[in-house]
């Protein structure tokens, strides 16, 4: 007796299924980086957070009823000072901590004094300094004799003229010179005097051969340009 055995069926592949078409409007959904800018992932939208309510915030301030408890400059400064009260190494400052003490410069001079230095040893006078007339003169000017010639020159044609004139009669004045036989002798004055120059401003009252007297009228420019001819021929 012969047993036939059956073989089972293969099995048929699976059908493959393609998938339908979908020829409908693609579904966009908003960036959530456009929709909350403080996400920093993109795709933060697509996940599904469970939102916990965060607890009521506690109130910050707390209620002090009592003065102690009240935070002021004072009530602290007194708490911190009221720690050091049991300690017997920590006291109070004295008057003496409080004030400032004046520097104390220490003496330069050796002490005591060396043996090689003498103790009888006379100090030498003081040399006077050398009086030297010119620079004594020239501080009593505040303008130079360059800066003065510089302004005169820049006064215009007739100031020039007006130096030209002054300093004319000063040097024929040195050049002249002389004797005086009696220089205590009072002086004679000629009124109203000599017109010094093409103009009326300046008149000669007296000559001797150690003055020179010229009567100005009230005219400051003129005065300026007699007093810098005559600082300049001194």
Excluded at 10 to 24: E, F, L, T
Excluded at 107 to 131: G, K, M, V
Excluded at 144 to 161: D, F
């Amino acid at each position: 007796m012969m047993d036939t055995l059956e073989q089972p069926p293969a099995a048929s592949p699976d059908p493959v299924v393609s998938p339908a078409k979908d020829n409908g409007p693609i579904p966009m959904s908003f960036p959530a980086i456009l929709r909350n800018p403080g996400l920093s992932d993109r795709f933060a939208h697509l996940r599904i957070q469970a939102r916990v309510a965060a607890p009521p915030a506690l109130s910050v301030s707390v209620k002090r009823n009592r003065r102690e408890d009240k935070e002021g400059k004072r009530w602290v400064r007194r708490k911190e000072n009221a720690k050091f009260v049991g300690n017997a190494h920590i006291v109070a400052p004295s008057k003496t901590d409080l004030s400032i003490p004046a520097p104390n410069s220490r003496p330069t001079f050796p002490e005591p004094l060396p043996h090689f230095l003498s103790r009888n040893s006379p100090i030498p006078s003081a040399i006077p300094a050398a009086r030297e007339p010119s620079s004594a003169n020239a501080g009593r000017f505040s303008l130079s004799l360059k800066g003065m010639r510089r302004q005169l020159r820049s006064s215009g044609p007739r100031t020039e003229l007006l130096v030209k004139e002054v300093e004319g009669e000063i040097l024929d004045w040195l050049a002249a010179g002389g004797v005086m036989l009696a220089p205590d002798a009072s002086a004679t004055f000629d009124s109203p005097g000599t017109p010094i120059g093409s103009t009326d401003a300046i008149l000669e009252v007296s000559r001797t051969p150690l003055q020179l007297f010229w009567n100005i009228e009230d005219n400051a420019f003129t005065h300026y340009v007699v007093h810098c001819c005559a600082r300049y021929h001194d």
